[in-house]
């Protein structure tokens, strides 16, 4: 992650100071070291790096990957607790979880379906009730159902890098089927198969 707040030291802050000092008579002292006015202008110089320091810190604490001190805050934004998310874990997990809320709030397509599961690691189709390749979830189903059906075939699970395990299956009570229901169009339901 690129520094938004480049670290300094108390020095450097001083001589910016001096530097934005008018030249003459009455500001020579500005460069003499333990002449008064450098002194003045050092005790200046060391609220400016205390503040720098505050910056850089909100900088790192703003962001949900890398917060520690706002871990609270963000899952409250993000509605956690709730159904899927339990607002416990490590550090990594409760960070994880604000990123996927976040990554979802956006979910209406089924690119954005296929997508979401990617972030875990598994292959999806997702289509609608109407498509002829979710024949089979939704035998019996008259058009009307079939055009508010969202069918989520699995395709493949795959290993990933992270350092959390997730409990998969094809039944509904698996965490990325909780996630997938959790932020699907409020008229439609959701029907999961294994392909």
């Known amino acids: 992650m ?6 300094r030291n108390v020095d450097a802050y001083t001589d910016s100071l001096a530097a934005y000092m008018p030249s003459g008579r009455l500001f020579s002292a500005k460069d003499v070291k333990d002449t ?10 060391g609220e400016l790096f205390h503040a720098n320091g505050l910056l850089r810190d909100y900088s790192t604490e703003i962001l949900p990957d890398t917060t520690v001190e706002f871990i609270g805050e963000w899952e409250r934004a993000v509605g956690i607790p709730d159904s899927c998310f339990t607002g416990a874990g490590t550090l990594n997990e409760r960070r994880r979880d604000i990123l996927i809320k976040l990554a979802a709030l956006g979910t209406q397509t089924a690119e954005d379906f296929e997508q979401l599961a990617a972030i875990f690691g598994i292959t999806v189709n997702v289509l609608s009730g109407n498509d002829p390749l979710a024949a089979n979830a939704v035998i019996g189903d008259t058009d009307k159902e079939k055009r508010f059906t969202i069918v989520v075939q699995y395709t493949s699970i795959v290993g990933f890098d992270y350092e959390f395990n997730f409990p998969f299956g094809l039944d509904d009570n698996t965490f990325l089927n909780c996630v997938l229901s959790r932020f699907k169009p409020a008229n439609c339901r959701l029907l999961f198969e294994g392909v």
């Open 2 to 7: 690129t520094e938004l707040f480049e670290k």
């Open 36 to 45: 008064n006015f450098r002194k003045l202008l050092r005790g200046m110089a």
